[in-house]
């Protein structure tokens, strides 16, 4: 199956380094309609909810990048978001969803690579995600584009 | 507080199989509480069963509402207006908000996602205890505030088994003894002698045997 409509979902942290909104406008210009990025105060924030409604209606992936373990400003809200992107996975592997789908990336704390090159990384782990069975891929055709 | 926890995705999925149409219905009580099917929870349901029904190339109306609390009439009434558009409701109310739907409903097939587990407590984020059986007959006042049939293994009145370990149940070791629960609690406040008091046999009479228990307040009707 070609990946030529395959669509990113990204979350991260916005304590992710070099992670403004110039940074972001940035990454969607490069990637295009690839990825789409929601920057958020925390990644305890997230749940279940917002990764299943993103793969539900766009994404054929979505990924999560948190703060290095011990160093969220909230304290433990990177350890929350890993136990609910694995929850996440539970549930799309119960419906016959592959769980690569979902994935988190979690800096150590001497990782100094910022947000690009995050992406970078991220992009090349779901190269070999197939573009999702969920999503009707007529509807994205009007969307399409070209991963880089 | 009425806990649950959300029945597996299969099991949901072959209860909805005959209906093209669903209502997936959360409440926003106790099961929110417990984390089992509040808005959050029946959203993320929802979006799985759709899901799950296009990867079967068996596209059905799956849409999702959460009552305040399904176990009360004058919030079930909200759906007057939608629940005919639906062949079916899948509820994650507790088993009272269930069947208070169908009650209200009686031409709509009723379907529980969750199994209804207990009266308890949350004790920390993600931990529930059991604590209370709703016996109709609440002894705590003589057990300092521990109830050993909710939480003795043995569900003992009279005292201890002597089959205590270190303050552990012999039956389960993730359980504290009750009884040492409730000798420590009440040697702290110096009532250590309320287990010296004669008391009648319990009256099980109010907690079953009768049918369904009722309770009638004519100060609270209208």
């Known amino acids: 199956m070609g990946k030529e409509h395959f669509t990113l979902a990204l979350f991260y942290c916005q304590g992710t380094p070099q992670s403004s909104e110039h940074d972001r406008q940035s990454l969607e210009e490069r990637y295009g309609k690839a990825i789409r990025l929601f920057p958020i105060p925390c990644s305890g924030r997230l749940e279940p909810l917002h990764l299943l409604r993103a793969l539900e209606e766009f994404a054929d992936a979505v990924y999560l990048i948190t703060c290095p373990d011990g160093t969220c400003r909230y304290f433990d809200g990177n350890r929350r978001a890993r136990k609910r992107i694995e929850r996440t996975r539970f549930i799309i592997a119960s419906i016959g969803l592959e769980e690569e789908r979902v994935g988190i990336l979690v800096r150590s704390k001497d990782d100094r690579r910022v947000l690009v090159d995050l992406v970078q990384e991220i992009m090349d782990r779901v190269e070999g995600v197939a573009p999702s069975p969920v999503l009707n891929q007529a509807v994205k055709s009007a969307h399409a584009h070209s991963r880089k | ?222």
Not at chain 2, 35 to 56: H, I, N, P, V, Y
Not at chain 2, 76 to 89: F, G, K, N, P, T
Not at chain 2, 183 to 212: M, V
Request: with cysteine.
């Open chain 2, 1 to 222: 507080m009425i806990t649950a926890e959300q029945k597996p995705v299969d099991e949901i999925r072959k209860m909805i199989a005959p209906y093209k149409s669903i209502l997936v219905l959360g409440c926003g009580s106790c099961v929110a509480e417990c984390a089992a099917g509040g808005e959050k929870e029946t959203g993320a349901l929802a979006s799985a069963l759709r899901m799950g029904a296009k990867m079967e190339g068996k596209p059905a109306l799956i849409q999702e509402k959460t009552l305040d609390r399904q176990c009360v009439r004058d919030f079930v009434i909200q759906l007057d207006e939608i629940i005919h558009q639906y062949e079916a409701v899948l509820s994650l109310g507790c088993g009272a908000g269930v069947q208070a739907v169908a009650d209200a409903f009686p031409d709509i097939p009723l379907l529980p996602a969750l199994n209804t587990e207990f009266l308890g407590e949350t004790k920390d984020q993600g931990y529930w205890l059991e604590n209370c059986l709703g016996c109709g007959d609440c002894m705590l006042h003589i057990f300092g505030g521990i109830c050993p049939l909710a939480r003795c293994s043995k569900q003992l009145l009279n005292g201890p088994c002597g089959g205590s370990r270190e303050g552990v149940c012999e039956v389960n070791a993730d359980v504290p003894c009750a009884w040492q629960l409730i000798i420590d609690r009440l040697s702290a406040t110096d009532a250590l002698g309320r287990l010296e008091e004669i008391y009648p046999p319990k009256d099980w009479s109010r907690k079953q045997g009768r049918g369904p228990r009722r309770i009638i307040r004519e100060d609270q009707q209208g």
